[in-house]
C-alpha cells in the first residue's frame, strides 16, 4: 500500500503499517475516514514498522504534535505568570520553545491501538515504558480519540500520560497515586486549558448516557481521586491552571437547573438508596467547580505587595463570572441533587 509523508511524497508500506499510520494522523487531526474499524478490529501480526514507515510516524510526529498543541489551545492569546511576571500572547510568545520528546513508548501505544480490539468490553491493555512529555501530550490526543469512538474501557492503557489521568480521569481506575507537576507540565497545562475542559465535557457527556447506579458513582469516585491529586500538586505560584474546570462545568450548571438533567439515562429499578448515590454522585462537575471556590478565597486575600499576587489576580479574573453568583447556583444544584425528593419525583430513565 502507499502513504502520504509529511513532505507530500508517496511511500509504499505495508497494509499494518498503513493502519497504524492512519491511527496516527486521526490523533493528530488528520482526517479520521475508517479510524473507527481500525480501532475495533484486530491484526493478529502486528510487526514493528520497518524503516519507510517508521520514518513516517516519526516525520508526522514532528510536524503535527506542535501543530495540534497549537490548535488544541497553545494558539489562542491568554495569560500567565512566569517568575512572578505577567506575560501575555500565544503559547510561544510567553515561553520559550518548548521540546517534545518522543519515545518507543508512543509507539507501543500505537501498535497496540492498530493490533487490539478497542470496543470490547474488556479489551486488551498493554504496559508502557514511562512516557516523555511528547509522549504524554500524544497519549493525551490518542485518548481523545478513543472517547468520541466509544473505545472508553482501553484508556487504563494510555494512564502513564499526566495529561491522560487529568483530562480523563474520571474514566479510569479510581487510584491515590501522588501526581507531579514539573515547568514543562506547567506550560501544557497552560496551553491547554480548553483541551481539559472540552476533556471533562466529554467524560460528563459519557456519564450521562449510564442506566447503572454503580457505573456513575464510580465514575465520581475516580473524578474526586483525580483532583484530590491535582490540586496537592498544583503549584502555589499557578492556581490559574486550575480555571479549566470552571469553563468545563459553568455551561451545565447555568443550563441544568433539574436534578434528572444529571442523570437521564439512569434507570428507575433497584435500591433507592443506589439510585439516591447515583443521583448526587453525577454532580461531579458541580463539585468540582466549588474546589475552585477555595483557591479564589485565597487568591482574593493576597495583597498587591505579596508574592503570588499577580497569579491570584490571573485566577481571579479568570473566575469573575463564579464570583457573581456561579459558586452559589452550583452549591444549590449539589443540595437538589442529593435530596431524596430528586429520586422519587424527578423521570429518571424507564422502567427496565
Same mark, same amino acid.
Given at each position: ?12 508500506? @505495508? ?20 479510524? =473507527?474499524?481500525?480501532?475495533? =478490529? ?72 492498530? !493490533? ?32 468520541r469512538h466509544g473505545?472508553?474501557? @482501553? ?8 495529561? *491522560? ?12 497515586? !501522588? ?37 456513575? *458513582? ?66 461531579t462537575l458541580p463539585? @468540582? ?9 485565597? /487568591?482574593? !486575600?493576597?495583597?498587591?505587595?505579596d508574592e503570588g499576587? @499577580? ?34 419525583? /424527578? ?6
Open positions: 500500500m502507499t502513504a502520504l509523508a509529511p513532505t507530500g511524497q508517496v511511500a509504499r508500506v @505495508a497494509p499494518s503499517e498503513a493502519a497504524q499510520l492512519r491511527i496516527l494522523r486521526a490523533t493528530l487531526g488528520l482526517g479520521g475516514v475508517g479510524v =473507527d474499524a481500525l480501532l475495533r =478490529d484486530t491484526f493478529l501480526a502486528l510487526p514493528a514498522m520497518r524503516p519507510t514507515a517508521a520514518a513516517l510516524a516519526r516525520e508526522t510526529l514532528r510536524k503535527r504534535l506542535p501543530f495540534e498543541l497549537a490548535r488544541r489551545g497553545g494558539g489562542r492569546r491568554a495569560r500567565c505568570v512566569h517568575e512572578g511576571i505577567t506575560r501575555e500572547g500565544r503559547l510561544w510568545e510567553r515561553h520559550a520553545p518548548l521540546s517534545l520528546p518522543i519515545s518507543p513508548a508512543t509507539e507501543a501505544a500505537l501498535r497496540w491501538m492498530t !493490533a487490539s480490539p478497542l470496543g470490547a468490553f474488556e479489551p486488551p491493555r498493554v504496559a508502557l515504558d514511562p512516557p516523555r512529555l511528547g509522549d504524554e501530550l500524544w497519549m493525551l490526543f490518542a485518548a481523545d480519540l478513543l472517547v473505545c472508553v474501557a @482501553a484508556l487504563p492503557s494510555l494512564a502513564p500520560s499526566r495529561l *491522560v489521568r487529568l483530562a480523563f480521569g474520571a474514566l479510569l481506575p479510581r487510584t491515590e497515586a !501522588a501526581l507531579s507537576i514539573d515547568e514543562p507540565l506547567v506550560i501544557l497545562l497552560e496551553a491547554l486549558q480548553p483541551e481539559l475542559a472540552r476533556a471533562w465535557r466529554l467524560v460528563e457527556e459519557h456519564r450521562r448516557a449510564l442506566r447503572a447506579p454503580a457505573a456513575i *458513582v464510580a465514575i465520581d469516585a475516580a473524578a474526586e481521586a483525580t483532583l484530590d491529586a491535582f490540586f496537592a500538586a498544583l503549584p502555589p505560584d499557578a492556581p490559574y491552571l486550575a480555571a479549566f474546570l470552571g469553563e468545563a462545568a459553568a455551561p451545565y450548571v447555568a443550563r441544568d437547573r433539574a436534578p434528572a438533567a444529571w442523570a437521564p439515562a439512569l434507570s428507575r429499578s433497584g435500591p433507592l438508596a443506589e439510585r439516591a448515590a447515583a443521583l448526587r454522585a453525577a454532580g463539585r @468540582a467547580a466549588l474546589r475552585l471556590r477555595a483557591l479564589a478565597a485565597q /487568591s482574593g !486575600a493576597t495583597a498587591f505587595f499576587y @499577580a497569579s491570584a489576580q490571573l485566577l481571579l479574573s479568570s473566575l469573575e463570572p463564579w464570583r457573581e453568583g456561579g459558586f452559589r447556583d452550583a452549591e444549590a444544584l449539589l443540595a437538589r441533587l442529593a435530596s431524596l425528593d430528586a429520586v422519587t419525583a /424527578s423521570p429518571l430513565g424507564e422502567p427496565s
